[in-house]
DNA sequence: AAGCCGGGCAACCGCCATATC
DNA sequence: GGATATGGCGGTTGCCCGGCT
């Protein structure tokens, strides 16, 4: 290839770009649970998908796939992040990999949105405070706009860093310009906390473990929250290079806003003895890619009966890797109408997206 | 109420690494 | 060993939405 590098796996006036719709979703969804991911290029053709096929890999892979953890970034997270931003640096994908579940577009953007802002806050600060005064006292103000606690969103914590912080701000990239004013993000817990003039409750505050942040909506599912927290994990001195979180992540479900996850979650339960019909070729990139840990079949054919779709059952329906519309017998059919589903902003937060567009007459024919 | 602005994040782009022929 | 195909990574963009004026 003459041209190396450039991503030849789509023509541009073939591919669709820009979000993908719930129907794009479905359908690349739905097919990767039956035939895997061997083979990205050509997944979106034999999906039925106008999308590159690097397109259809960073759709599954950053949102997609059951392996994705949804949800917010604990503090601890995000203080192991920056630890191991300063230590790796850019190197997302393997930052990546002391998080299960997390994805390194996720930790990009959250260090390039909140973290390093934060580490640049915070290195002001040691700075400032070392200029001014040795002391080591932690000194940190809160100022209420007057609701009395935390998650309300209009807190401003002026913060002072302490020696644990600042230590950790070491890191000698360029800083941002940033006050000592930081707005911490108001879904930075998982239940309220009464503020007070108490300076314990704003340690707390400052230290908890079960803090979470990165809310990205305000809206938390219990069940999905994922505790980091652990006995002295606030003392706890992190591995320079590797921080073990495994064992932690073990719901492939964090979506704590998405109905649409809400929904799979509902079908782990009936996850069942049913087989996964592969084929032969694809199971062994299907298992070890780790799918096979989670038994999607059932929501997955909740979904595909939602929109009037059964899965190719027969060999030879499995050897086309295609899925088929219920009564269609032959080759594929992708009602074009599928294609054409509107992709309404924010439909993430809602499943019930799915069964409107289904209640509609022409689209439900459509199918 | 309307317009503006900035933050957050999903998605794209281009390059590199590795696999395959 | 070279050419090509594909996967993966990091940087960046652009849209959406909420807060502010």
Redesign the pocket.
Known sequence: ??E???????D?EQ??????SPAEDLKLVTYIQKNG???????PRRAGLM?????C???W???LSPDVKRG?FTREEEESIMKLHEAL?????????HFPGRT???I???W???LK?RLACRNLSSLTSSSSSSSSTTTTTLLSSGKTTVGG??ELIEHQSTDQETSMATNNKPHEPCSLTI?E??NHQDSPMELTNDPKGLKELTTSSNVSS????GSSNSSQVVGMSRPGAEERQMDDDLIDLSGIFDNPFHESDSDFWNMLDDFQPLQSNEVQVLHEADEANYQSSGLGQVENGNWLSYLQNELGFEAAATESEINNQEILPKGATEQPVIPETFDKMP????Y?ESMDYFQTWLSSPENNSAI
């Open positions: 290839m003459g190396k590098g450039k991503s030849l796996c789509c541009k591919v669709r770009r820009g979000p993908w991911h061997h083979n990205w290029r050509a997944l999308r590159c096929g690097k397109s890999r960073l759709r892979i950053n949102y917010n640096g850019n190197k997302w994908s393997t930052i990546a990999a390194d577009n996720e990009k953007n959250v390039n949105t909140h802002k969103g209009d707005q993000n108001p990165n809310e990205s909506n992709n309404p902003a924010g993430d």
